[in-house]
């Protein structure tokens, strides 16, 4: 009986040592993973690289999504841009041996389906992988806030959400009563009879900027739509991405088919002013977008709104350089039809 009890005892006294060992590993884990420094980042996505960059990750890029070295303010950033990779595409899927190969503490996804084991993969590699989805305001700065976390960047992002809901605040004070709210109509990335479905984020933009979105039961991305659905909706302000191939006002204008929309006729045809990026896409700088909007939709009520100086704000304060330093210029003649 004794030598049972021994056994016992020195077992109990094995398990209570062990136990003691697990905890403190974990504890020494747990302030091993706090000190991880995040020095190298891949992006896969445009969101994803518009939101490092406004969270001060530009000299930790070392690769980005396909196409995304032609991005201006990337190029104004990032001072090695020819050093950048680039790694694939939410279209194409992402090179997942290139991006190892880069050595990343953090890669940052487009939005992944249940069956994409991208996301698995990489993290058996022991890369940190956040995956965003910024289809409304709302999970744009959920996202702004768990990539800033990932980075270390924290009180970053919460002063780039801080602005983000102050401005929305400001417009959302000063937008007419619903019974004078004006429609609009977004020509979007395949021209002037193409739009933004009510799931897309350019739909959360003109509901921001006090607009209503004539288009706001399409389902799906960018939808093609007819000349007989644009006049039966009967929009009173057009607006068009900077990226729509014959959006500009003067060639509306020109178009004979659209001769009796309201918006022709009453001159209020607009695109987004910037020629360093669109302003519409679900990352930071879509705040200015939605300033621009709402200008469009009520010159009088935001008359305050003077976006060059909002422009310069914005770029020195979340990258460090002035709208205007970095190239920018905006065309703000909106309606005009030279």
């Given at each position: ?47 994803a ?33 020819d ?12 090179n ?23 996301v ?12 965003i ?19 270390g ?34 020509a979007?990335a ?35 739509i ?60 879509s ?37 205007d330093e ?6 703000v ?5 030279e």
């Open positions: 009986m004794k030598k049972i009890l021994s056994v016992l005892i020195v077992a109990m006294l094995a398990m209570g040592i062990l136990g003691g060992c697990g905890k403190e590993v974990a504890v020494d884990q747990n302030v091993n993973e706090e000190q991880i420094e995040v020095n190298r980042i891949v992006t896969t996505y445009k969101p690289t518009g939101i490092v960059l406004a969270l001060g990750g530009a000299d930790h890029l070392v690769g980005v999504q396909d196409g995304g070295l032609k991005d201006k303010t990337l190029n104004q950033l990032v001072d090695n841009i050093g950048l990779a680039q790694v694939g595409s939410k279209k194409q899927g992402v997942i041996e290139t991006i190892i190969s880069l050595d990343p503490d953090l890669v940052v996804m487009y939005p992944v389906k249940d069956d994409d084991m991208t698995k993969r990489l993290e058996e590699q022991g890369i940190k992988v956040v995956s989805s910024p289809e409304s305001i709302k999970d744009l700065e959920k996202d702004i806030l768990e990539v800033g976390k990932a980075m960047e924290d009180e970053k992002a919460n002063e780039l959400v801080s602005y983000y809901d102050e401005k929305i605040e400001m417009i959302k004070k000063n937008i007419p009563e619903d019974g004078s709210r004006k429609t609009i109509y977004l979007g395949r021209g002037v009879l193409s739009t933004s479905s009510g799931t897309f984020f350019q739909h959360h933009m003109m509901e921001a900027a006090g607009g209503l979105d004539v288009a706001s039961e399409l389902k799906g991305g960018w939808n093609e007819s000349v007989e659905q644009l006049m039966n909706w009967n929009p009173d302000v057009i607006a068009s991405v900077k990226y729509c191939p014959d959006g500009k006002p003067e060639e509306i204008y020109a178009n004979d088919k659209l001769s009796n929309l309201n918006a022709i006729k009453e001159k209020q045809v607009y695109q987004m002013p910037s020629n360093i990026g669109p302003w519409d896409m679900p990352e930071p700088k705040i200015l977008g939605i300033m621009w909007m709402s200008k469009a939709l009520y010159p009088e009520a935001f008359e305050s709104i003077d976006l060059e100086k909002e422009a310069n704000y914005f770029h020195e304060k979340f990258y460090g350089v002035s709208y970095l190239g920018g210029v905006l065309d003649r909106g309606n005009t039809q």
